[in-house]
């Protein structure tokens, strides 16, 4: 499955430019798999797309994304802007899977969408023992990071 999505974010820890609100269209690519394929799918790919899309739709897309603790989060969250925090003590439903993932980096959103992954899969018919496999997070065409579920 894959899917792409405008957000900003910012990354006051690092220091340099990224500490500036910036935007990047993001780009995701989730693999899914399972040990046999009695029925010759791994689930149905037009509902783990829709469930997926629509997650990132619904809480990322044309939004930021913002460490808890970020000054910003306030002032754009009293203004009315789509905001999604990560590492909130006090975390909306949607922000529970970046509890404990503190700043919005690209290493970040692969975790937090393999972990949507991982939830929307669990919510679908699917083969036993499928999973999640693999999930790479693009911001601009050369920074990318790939959160993988398990050992290798």
Do not use: Q
């Amino acid at each position: 499955m894959r899917h792409n999505f405008e957000t900003a974010h910012r990354l006051p820890h690092l220091g340099g430019k990224c500490t500036n609100l910036h935007g990047h269209s993001w780009w995701v690519e989730v693999s899914a798999v399972a040990p046999t394929l009695d029925s010759g799918t791994v689930v149905e790919f037009g509902t783990f797309k829709s469930a997926l899309r629509s997650w990132i739709d619904t809480y990322l897309d044309h939004g930021a994304m913002l460490g808890f603790d970020d000054p910003m989060a306030k002032l754009l969250a009293d203004h009315g802007s789509k905001l999604f925090r990560f590492g909130a003590p006090d975390p909306l439903p949607a922000e529970e899977p970046a509890g404990d993932l503190p700043h919005p980096t690209v290493e970040a959103v692969a975790v937090l969408l393999g972990r949507v992954a991982e939830e929307a899969l669990s919510g679908l018919a699917h083969v036993p023992g499928a999973r999640i496999d693999t999930v790479s997070v693009t911001e601009t065409h050369v920074n990318n990071a790939v959160w993988r579920n398990g050992p290798r």
